[in-house]
Nanobody
Framework: EVQLVESGGGLVEPGGSLRLSCAAA????????LNWLRRVPGMGFEWLSS???????EYAESVRGRFTISRDNAKTTVYLQLDNLKTEDTAMYYC?????????????????WGQGTQVTVSS
């Protein structure tokens, strides 16, 4: 059974940082492409970043240069470092694999998703 468990969310002031973690189990982690997404009210699930088994990273333009994805195959964990956070980054953040996405947004009914971790950026 595929399991994805996010952690690391919280309340942070604008300009601050957080590191999200996603602990994975139940599949061949070393070769899997893992993704981070967030739920945008009224828009759906915005794809943010991915990292494949070779460590190749991809980013959405909205977070490029501020967010950094990484993975630790020994710990079967993928991370998302969030820097220079803005109030508009407030959202529930999800780790997921095997996605179906169009136009930068993905369907939560497709693939495997964690339960999410809340990030709130506020002064």
């Amino acid at each position: 059974e595929v399991q994805l468990v996010e952690s690391g969310g919280g309340l942070v002031e604008p300009g601050g940082s957080l590191r999200l973690s996603c602990a994975a189990a139940g599949f061949s982690f070393n070769t899997a492409t893992l993704n981070w997404l967030r739920r945008v009210p009224g828009m759906g699930f915005e794809w943010l970043s991915s990292i494949d088994g070779d460590g190749t990273q991809e980013y959405a333009e909205s977070v490029r240069g501020r967010f950094t994805i990484s993975r630790d195959n020994a710990k079967t964990t993928v991370y998302l470092q969030l820097d220079n956070l803005k109030t508009e980054d407030t959202a529930m953040y999800y780790c997921a694999k095997d996605l179906y996405c169009t136009g930068g947004y993905c369907k939560k009914t497709w693939g495997y998703w964690g339960q999410g971790t809340q990030v709130t950026v506020s002064s």
